[in-house]
T-cell receptor
Framework: AQKVTQAQTEISVVEKEDVTLDCVYE???????LFWYKQPPSGELVFLIR??????QNEISGRYSWNFQKSTSSFNFTITASQVVDSAVYFC???????????FGPGTRLSVLP | EAQVTQNPRYLITVTGKKLTVTCSQN?????MSWYRQDPGLGLRQIYY???????DKGDVPEGYKVSRKEKRNFPLILESPSPNQTSLYFC?????????????FGEGSWLTVV
């Protein structure tokens, strides 16, 4: 069965600090997809990134970067020089190749203080 | 504009009074699903649909019904709502049957059952 764990329930940082959000997943499939979504206080879910299991290259998008390591079943998300607008709940999610369920982790609430 | 639209966005209702949350997408997506979000649990799938007239249970289907008579619409029905169904609900869609495609979410429906 597939499972996503986000061990950090809440994180608080001061603006301009770097912060890493952890995501550990479980799956028996060799082909799967990992996602990160952001949920700002307004409640909508904003897609951030998708990564397939065959692509272990790290990705950087502006202040955001993702570290995918199959050996440890982790897909961690780092925000560099955090800003107050980064305050949100962040969800990691997993989709197996032949599964129809998009499994979410419990989320990490990030508070960036000015 | 490509979007998933849910209505109502906010609703307070009483125990036992049937209600329907509508969901419509304008992207001609085959796959649609419903999730509920509860603190500490992330998003959990209620029902999903692979195409018209094809629906299946997710992880938490008890107390809910769905129908898929048209490709664009996927309403969520609570026949006899109870307070434990107080939650934030998301409708989602994605193109095709490929489980790696990005899922698009509606803006969410806040439901309170008193």
């Amino acid at each position: 069965a597939q499972k996503v764990t986000q061990a950090q329930t809440e994180i608080s940082v001061v603006e301009k600090e770097d912060v890493t959000l952890d995501c550990v997943y479980e799956t028996r499939d060799t082909t799967y997809y990992l996602f990160w979504y952001k949920q700002p206080p307004s409640g909508e879910l904003v897609f951030l990134i998708r990564r397939n299991s065959f692509d272990e290259q790290n990705e950087i998008s502006g202040r955001y970067s993702w570290n995918f390591q199959k050996s440890t079943s982790s897909f961690n998300f780092t925000i560099t020089a955090s800003q107050v607008v980064d305050s949100a709940v962040y969800f990691c999610a997993l989709s197996e190749n032949y599964g129809q369920n998009f499994v979410f982790g419990p989320g990490t609430r990030l508070s960036v203080l000015p | 504009e490509a979007q998933v639209t849910q209505n109502p966005r906010y609703l307070i209702t009483v125990t036992g009074k049937k209600l329907t949350v509508t969901c419509s997408q304008n992207m001609n997506h085959e796959y649609m699903s419903w999730y509920r979000q509860d603190p500490g649990l992330g998003l959990r799938q209620i029902y999903y649909s692979m195409n018209v007239e094809v629906t299946d249970k997710g992880d938490v289907p008890e107390g809910y019904k769905v129908s898929r008579k048209e490709k664009r619409n996927f309403p969520l029905i609570l026949e006899s709502p109870s307070p434990n169904q107080t939650s934030l609900y998301f409708c989602a869609s994605r193109p095709g049957k490929f489980s790696g495609n990005t899922i698009y979410f509606g803006e969410g429906s806040w439901l309170t059952v008193v």
